[in-house]
């Protein structure tokens, strides 16, 4: 976190106005989905003073704060779990998890052939048990502390781990004590499929937008879909939820469970970039995995974690993210509410219109032709003034 806290300027000249972290909380992992205690900083980040310096500055600066919640499952060393694992069916925490049978050890995984296992858990990892969020206990447990966070360090929403497999009851629960609280809050949920069930406006804001990602990554950056298929693909999604929603998904391009995007795109930079200016004029809230602006590669899970390389900033892949970010910033009020449509002409070129409190017009070149074009550019790459580059595009508004 101090590490965020010392280049907090540097992330507001890039136009960020939104920090979300992957959890924070007491964790024996790498990786931290394994929470022992909710209500504690974990000290491989910081402590509390630290992070409540951090809320203050970033929103001083402008800048929205957004904790991972993990819900679903707790960790293994979790005091619950331990109490669980020592009493057995007498312990009381028993019922705060889906125990099929005990003995609890040695873990049955049957992943490996090891036959019906003793409890559920995330993704069959014995070291993160299933939490039983239908038990009101462990509800009130949980709500306590999506309330607390709220309450002390005044964040500004919540990213919710694996909400799918979380009852519904819980979220509604959730929703409503979250809303006392404070009511201009967003929360994001994490569900890889259609989501229509938790956006009907009692559980989420939206969601991560992964149909979103996919088509747009399997047309930008591998080639494994035609420009007329991710186009309908994308108007299916815009035509799935309300519009409200719809302005308030998650698009990303990358992230702690995948490879960057300059990996997937081979190394390429100019089709990354395309990609990016892609989902800077979409509909809904497009989000920057850190790194992306200093040109860093890395293939899946580990490698995508690599630390920061702060010694790119200011270097022209900066400066081109930069751009990319700042016109979003400043035709905010277009691409934030706007009618989207989208379609691909004779020549091959990806269209885009915004329509709202200005009229946008984009095109992306994802053909290996240039193709003649006559705009007046207020953002492009690979544009002449005459004709559009493969890789390129090029951005009007009126």
């Not at 965020?4 to 964790?27: E, M, S, T, W």
């Not at 100019?270 to 850190?290: D, H, S």
Request: with cysteine; glycine share 6%.
């Amino acid at each position: 976190m101090q590490g965020v806290l010392d280049h907090l300027d540097d992330l507001q000249r890039l136009g960020i106005n939104g920090l979300y972290f992957c959890p924070i909380f007491k964790a024996s992992s790498n990786h931290k989905y394994d929470t022992i205690d909710y209500f504690d900083i974990d000290p491989d980040f910081g402590d509390k003073d630290l992070f409540e310096r951090l809320v203050n500055e970033a929103h001083r600066r402008g800048m929205k704060v957004m904790l991972d919640a993990v819900f679903n499952h707790i960790g293994y060393q979790s005091l619950q779990w331990q109490d669980v694992l020592k009493n057995g069916d007498s312990s009381r925490f028993a019922s705060w998890f889906h125990i099929n049978s005990y003995p609890l050890t040695p873990f049955n995984d049957p992943s490996n052939n090891g036959g019906n296992p003793q409890y559920d858990t995330f993704a069959f990892e014995p070291h993160m048990p299933k939490l039983n969020t239908a038990n009101p206990d462990v509800q009130d447990y949980l709500l306590e502390i999506a309330t607390y966070w709220i309450k002390t360090f005044d964040i500004d929403a919540w990213r919710l781990d694996v909400a799918n497999e979380v009852d519904h009851h819980f979220w509604r629960r959730f929703t409503k004590q979250r809303s006392n609280v404070k009511k201009d809050f967003l929360v994001i949920g994490e569900v890889w499929h259609s989501s229509q069930p938790w956006l009907n406006g009692d559980q989420f804001s939206g969601v991560m937008n992964y149909a979103f990602t996919e088509q747009v990554e399997e047309h930008f950056l591998t080639s494994q879909q035609t420009a007329q298929n991710m186009v309908e693909l994308l108007t299916d999604q815009l035509m799935m939820y309300r519009q409200q929603n719809a302005q308030v998904m998650l698009n990303t391009l990358d992230s702690h469970d995948t490879a960057r995007i300059l990996t997937v795109a081979g190394g390429d930079e100019k089709r990354a970039l395309q990609a990016l200016a892609f989902i800077f004029t979409q509909t809904g809230m497009p989000c920057i995995y850190y790194g992306t602006e200093m040109g860093m590669s890395g293939d899946n899970d580990p490698d995508c974690r690599k630390p920061m390389d702060w010694s790119q900033l200011g270097q022209p892949i900066w400066q081109k993210v930069h751009e990319i970010v700042q016109f979003r910033r400043d035709y905010a009020q277009l691409l934030g509410t706007g009618s989207t449509r989208l379609s691909v002409n004779s020549t091959g070129l990806i269209k885009v219109e915004r329509v709202g409190s200005a009229h946008l017009t984009a095109y992306f070149n994802t053909t290996n032709n240039a193709v003649p074009l006559s705009m007046e550019p207020k953002l492009a790459q690979g544009y002449d003034g005459e004709n559009l580059a493969p890789k390129g595009f090029v951005i009007e508004v009126i």
